[in-house]
């Protein structure tokens, strides 16, 4: 990426741009579809019949029928309604920490907004069971090394199930991204979503899938996340990479879901979705995706890219896990490997000292302390070389005490005044104490920022 200035930035965490910024190839789509005609989709044309063709042949066959949307919420919210629609019921299970974006009905289902600031707390027909994360969640790995965590975390969704029963309602859907990303990078426990199927379906309700931000062979050997967990969905949800940056996205499901949705007598119909030019696009993405091999390049570099990581954590106590699979990775920050305490405002310093080099990352999750990498698919190894030297450094200036000053605390200089017009009294405080309190100040200046934010 370039600034304004020409100045270079590596960026590690764009999954929009996802075949690279401004591919030429995928830009020259839009232009020619753009330059012929773009129209809303109530007037048929082939790019829509071509797309919804192409993408329907990366899924499993019975997910055959395709809605095609603006944006991944669109497409999650149009998910809600397919699954209401079919079930003719209205409560949504869904995972804590989870994000599903940014309209109403969706929120409603996203605990990572409605459970923090501004939002309006957990709806009466939402039940939310615990993150299926066995390094920081309900149940560790360090705490179960025998037991089967996938399905002791999907006995969660049992319950949930039991419990709304016990209320006298009726579970419409499960919806949980493949992988959950604003979570904390996390990957879940073999047989989970198997498990979590089984028990949804086995109470009448389905099952969404939300790739967003995790599909689009993001993963490196498959096409979509939900095939690491060897499971079929009922509805998928796409986003984000699908127009690699264009406004496109879409809902894939059975025939038999479909058939419900249009027996409930609404008309379903979306002016932009599916038009000429974001179906040329897309089809577009998905041929260089193929023609260059990005599937087996992710699995490559992001094999790479946790070997180099990894090897950091014997110099690095601060790191406590690496994750990841394809270009789809997190660290876990933490103060003690033991306690697993989470090292925000660390986490917080290195995603602005990394920024000083131009590289862009950020961190995410419950305690705001995963570094995130989740760059576009071109990323390569020289990439990721240049990457980790600079996280190297990073962790070491940590260690070493050395840190970047927030202005607030560079102007706390002897003679310098309070916000209140007070004299500032310097400080006699040990480089432990001192190192404690600027992290804090960097931790707390930059809370506000959501985990899909980033500013050059």
């Known amino acids: 990426m370039y600034d304004e200035n020409g100045q270079q930035y590596l960026d590690c965490i764009n999954n929009v741009a996802h075949v690279g910024h401004c591919h030429p190839e995928v830009v020259k789509a839009g232009v020619k579809q753009m330059q012929l005609l773009n129209t809303n989709s109530r007037f048929l044309h082939d790019n829509l019949v071509l797309l919804a063709q192409n993408l329907t042949s990366t899924f499993p066959d019975q997910l055959s029928v395709c809605y095609f949307v603006n944006s991944g919420s669109e497409a999650n919210d149009l998910a809600l309604r397919l699954a209401r629609a079919h079930t003719r019921r209205r409560d949504i299970i869904t995972l804590e920490h989870a994000y599903h974006g940014v309209v109403t009905s969706v929120i409603e289902v996203s605990p990572y907004k409605f459970g923090g600031r501004g939002g309006l707390g957990k709806p009466e027909h939402v039940h939310v069971v615990p993150c299926p994360d066995v ?28 419990e709304a029963r016990s209320q006298g309602r009726q579970v419409a859907a499960f919806i949980a991204e493949s992988l959950q990303s604003c979570g904390g990078q996390v990957f879940y426990p073999a047989g989970y979503l198997r498990s979590a199927y089984e028990y949804v379906r086995a109470a009448g309700g389905v099952c969404i899938a939300d790739e967003v931000q995790v599909g689009y062979g993001r993963v490196g050997k498959h096409w979509w996340a939900f095939q690491l967990q060897d499971v079929i969905p ?9 127009g690699n940056g264009h406004p496109v996205s879409a809902v894939v499901t059975t025939a038999e879901i479909s058939r419900s949705f249009a027996s409930s007598g609404m008309e379903y119909f979306s002016t932009f979705g599916g038009n000429p030019v974001s179906c040329a696009i897309a089809l577009s993405v998905l041929e260089v995706i193929e023609k ?26 601060l790191i406590g896990d690496v994750r990841g699979v394809g270009l789809f990775v997190g660290v876990d920050l933490v103060r003690d490997r033991l306690t697993r305490e989470p090292a925000t405002a660390e986490a917080t310093h290195i995603v602005n000292r990394l920024k000083e080099d131009r590289i862009l990352i950020s961190s995410d999750g419950p305690h705001r302390n995963v570094l995130k990498f989740k760059p576009p698919m071109v990323f390569g190894t020289d990439n990721v070389d240049r990457l980790v030297q600079a996280l190297d450094e990073a962790l070491s200036e940590l260690s070493a005490g ?4 927030t202005n607030q605390s560079q102007n706390r200089s002897k003679g310098s005044m309070e916000p209140d017009g007070t004299a500032a009294v310097e400080e006699e405080s040990s480089p432990e104490v001192e190192k404690a309190r600027i992290l804090d100040q960097s931790a707390s200046s930059h809370s506000s920022t959501s985990g899909d934010d980033v500013a050059l």
């Open 135 to 162: 390094y920081r969640g309900k149940y560790r790995d360090s705490d179960h090394p025998t037991e089967d965590l996938g399905r002791k975390y999907a006995d969660a969704v049992r319950d949930a199930v039991s």
């Open 402 to 405: 050395e840190l970047i000053l």
């Open 292 to 317: 260059e091999g990005l599937r087996e390049k992710a699995s490559i570099v992001g094999n790479y890219m946790l070997n180099s990581l990894k090897k950091l954590m014997d110099r690095h106590e």
């Open 234 to 242: 009922d509805i998928v949800t796409l986003g984000k990479p699908m």
